[in-house]
Every structure is written in structure tokens, then in C-alpha cells.
């Protein structure tokens, strides 16, 4: 079994920047692709970005690109969410989540973490 935990929310003012991190415990997540969704409240998760166990592919959201990294530390067992320019509509509960394939699809995911809030204010 896997267990992810998020760290590294709070609260940063608009056009502030913020990392996020995940750590994996349990199994290795070494040789699973890693996503981050968000969820802000009265509204369904979406997908934020997601890498392959190798690193060689990434995925993110179109509204996301260049604001937002996606990287992991496979022997640490880690995965990270840098966030920049974040706006007041990026406020939401950020999780991140492990499945076999990389995919934007909240329901390919086998494991999530119990999310961590950030906060942006304007």
C-alpha cells in the first residue's frame, strides 16, 4: 500500500509563488507516474499537471502551462508542484496522486493523498 502526503500550502498573496511537495511512504512510487488536481470548493477535481515514472513525459493543464512545474525525486520517493504568478482562482485543495499510466483523469489513479490548501489572496 502507498500513503502520500502533502506539505508546503498556505497562504501567498497574488502574483506570489508557492512549492508543493508530496511524499510517498509504504511502497515505492518510483515506477508510477505522479499527477497533482486541485479542487476548489463547489467544484469537481480537476487535473493540474502529471509526469511518467521515467520523467521522460509531462502533462498539464492548458490554463497551467508556464505558471506551474511538475517534478519528482524518484530515490526520495517525492513529487513536487512548484506554483508561480499563482492568482486568486488557483485557490484550492492541491492532491496528488499515483497510477500506473500518466493520464489526466482523476479515476486512473490508484492512491491519493489527503490534499493540502493553498490559499491566494488578492
Known amino acids: 500500500q502507498v500513503q502520500l502526503v502533502e506539505s508546503g500550502g498556505g497562504l501567498v498573496q497574488a502574483g506570489g509563488s508557492l512549492s508543493v511537495s508530496c511524499a510517498a511512504s509504504?511502497?515505492?512510487?518510483?515506477?508510477?507516474?505522479m499527477g497533482w488536481f486541485r479542487q476548489a470548493p463547489g467544484k469537481d477535481r480537476e487535473f493540474v499537471a502529471a509526469?511518467?515514472?521515467?520523467?521522460?513525459?509531462?502533462n498539464y493543464a492548458d490554463s497551467l502551462k508556464g505558471r506551474f512545474t511538475i517534478s519528482r525525486d524518484r530515490p526520495m520517493n517525492t513529487v513536487y508542484l512548484q506554483m508561480n504568478s499563482l492568482q486568486p482562482e488557483d485557490t484550492a485543495v492541491y492532491y496528488c496522486?499515483?497510477?500506473?499510466?500518466?493520464?489526466?483523469?482523476?479515476?486512473?489513479?490508484?492512491?491519493w493523498g489527503q490534499g493540502t490548501q493553498v490559499t491566494v489572496s488578492s
Open positions: 509526469m511518467s515514472w521515467n520523467e521522460r513525459n509531462t
Open positions: 509504504g511502497r515505492t512510487v518510483a515506477n508510477y507516474a
Open positions: 496522486a499515483g497510477a500506473t499510466k500518466i493520464d489526466s483523469v482523476p479515476s486512473s489513479y490508484d492512491y
